[in-house]
């Protein structure tokens, strides 16, 4: 008969084995977070440095239409100073359906006038509403969706919820490149390119920076 195999009792992991892991872990979790964020921001990065050639011609419609007289009364003019204020709703709701433009925002309204400006990416617009006569004027522009890119890339116009993300997809490229950095320190023993790799990556933006940009 054959004497039983012995178990071989496991091994206790130590510190530098636990590190490992965590780093292991919270770098590729970070890259997962990050990487649509990080394709997009590296495209726009290209496209906004070469913004000239690649901008795309505006296109502009202009629309017009008349107050019904209910929803005049709320926008006629009353004598009251000049003053920056949302449109009251029912006539934010007429504007979104009459000229397909946004009514949402904070307008400047003058004696004569209630102006609306509506940036947005990619493109601009305005809403005019003439306080006497209740006739509405809008314009809206698109530059294109490689313009809209850009504008994502540059937080221009793009609202709260999109400065949430660029916050945290910050945070997310951050932990990335850090623990990429530990990860490299811990395995650049074996792999002795690594830290003049490193350096080259400091060093050579850091020369054209000193040499070409003044």
């Known amino acids: ?31 997962a977070i990050s990487l649509i964020g ?7 990065g290209i496209t906004l440095n070469h913004a000239a050639d690649v901008e795309g011609a505006p296109k502009t419609v202009e629309k017009s239409a ?13 004598g009251a100073p ?5 449109l009251p709703a029912p006539v934010a709701a007429w504007v979104e359906k009459a000229i397909g433009q946004s009514g949402a925002g904070i307008a400047e309204w003058s004696a004569d006038e209630v102006y609306l400006a509506l940036p947005r990416p990619g493109g601009d617009g305005w809403v005019a509403i003439d306080r006497h ?17 850009n504008d994502l890339h540059k937080g221009r116009n793009t609202g709260a919820a999109w400065k949430w993300f660029i916050d945290i997809f910050a945070v997310a490229c951050f932990l990335f490149a850090l ?16 830290w003049p790799l490193v350096a080259a990556g400091l060093a050579i933006p850091a020369i054209l920076a000193i040499i070409f940009i003044h």
């Open 179 to 194: 623990t990429g950095l530990l990860l490299l320190q811990l395995h650049s023993a074996k792999r002795p390119s690594t």
């Open 1 to 31: 008969m054959h004497a039983p195999a012995r178990v071989q009792p496991k091994k206790k992991k130590g510190p530098k084995a636990f590190w490992l892991k965590q780093l292991h872990t919270w770098h590729w979790v970070s890259s």
């Open 66 to 78: 008349t107050l019904p007289p209910a929803l005049l009364r709320q926008v006629a003019a009353d």
């Open 82 to 86: 000049d003053t920056k204020k949302p």
């Open 38 to 44: 990080l394709l997009l921001f590296a495209f726009t």
């Open 133 to 149: 006569s209740g006739e509405v004027t809008s314009e809206a522009t698109s530059r294109g969706w490689i313009s809209y890119l």
